[in-house]
């Protein structure tokens, strides 16, 4: 079943973690203003090994990352906001809601997405790889977009980048998190398990995610006379 949270804003200025079910609205709020549009858009990606020495031997450099440290924060901000930190994750804690529903976006192509936050102004500030939580052997490209001055890339990076952004993933999450202590909004787009496969829909954002459908076999029956 599809699920799209409520874009309403809470009191605190997060977005709403009910989903919609009435005219794009949760039954708490039918006239609310909304959430505010990301300050901040980080697209991330899992890697496998080999993708990733790609990138490392491009130039791209791999951070460390305290978990600890991450879920304490991460679990602050939801208490912050009155909320569960492991309602969507029983092992990890979040602060933020799953746009499209705990179960995201599925087949998904990315390029539209690409261009539509490079019109809104949004430009690639930091791109880094940081190690996976689970899997050793894995690790995630984090690409950092905001207002801004645009980060020069590696020239030996584009063509490895390029196939990454223009991939289809099989499983696709935006995480729209609250406001945080500078009062910033980020939002988290999760690219998760890359798919040999034809796109079924386009992550689209104009202010607000969309899912656009790919019409991938219009038959048109032309009726004869
Ligand atoms: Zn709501």
New binding site residues.
């Given amino acids: 079943m599809y699920a799209y949270?409520?874009?309403?804003k809470?009191v605190g200025g997060a977005?709403?973690?009910?989903a919609?079910v009435r005219e794009g609205?949760?039954?708490?709020?039918p006239a609310?203003a909304l959430a505010s549009p990301p300050d901040v858009v980080i697209v991330k990606f899992n890697l496998n090994e080999r993708a990733a020495t790609r990138l490392t031997n491009a130039g791209i450099i791999l951070q460390s990352v305290d978990w600890q440290e991450r879920e304490k924060k991460h679990t602050a901000q939801a208490q912050a906001h009155d909320r569960q930190p492991h309602r969507y994750r029983t092992d990890v804690a979040d602060s933020g809601v799953p746009v499209f529903g705990p179960d995201g976006l599925n087949d998904v192509s990315l390029g539209r997405m690409f261009r539509e936050i490079a019109e809104r102004g949004y430009v690639l500030v930091d791109i880094h790889l940081l190690p996976h939580r689970k899997n050793q052997w894995a690790k995630v490209l984090v690409m950092i977009f905001k207002e801004g001055t645009s980060m020069d890339v590696p020239p030996s990076a584009a063509e490895p980048l390029r196939n990454i952004m223009g991939a289809v993933y099989g499983v696709v999450h935006v995480w729209a998190n609250p406001p945080d202590k500078a009062g910033n909004v980020v939002h988290t787009v999760n690219c998760i398990t890359r798919r040999d496969a034809p796109p079924r829909c386009e992550l689209a954002f104009y202010n607000e995610w969309f899912e656009a459908p790919i019409w991938d076999a219009v038959e048109v029956v032309t009726e004869q006379a």
């Avoid at 949270?5 to 309403?8: E, I, K, V």
């Avoid at 977005?15 to 009910?18: A, T």
């Fill in positions: 949270a409520c874009p309403a809470t977005r709403c973690r009910n919609a609205r949760c039954h708490e709020h609310a």
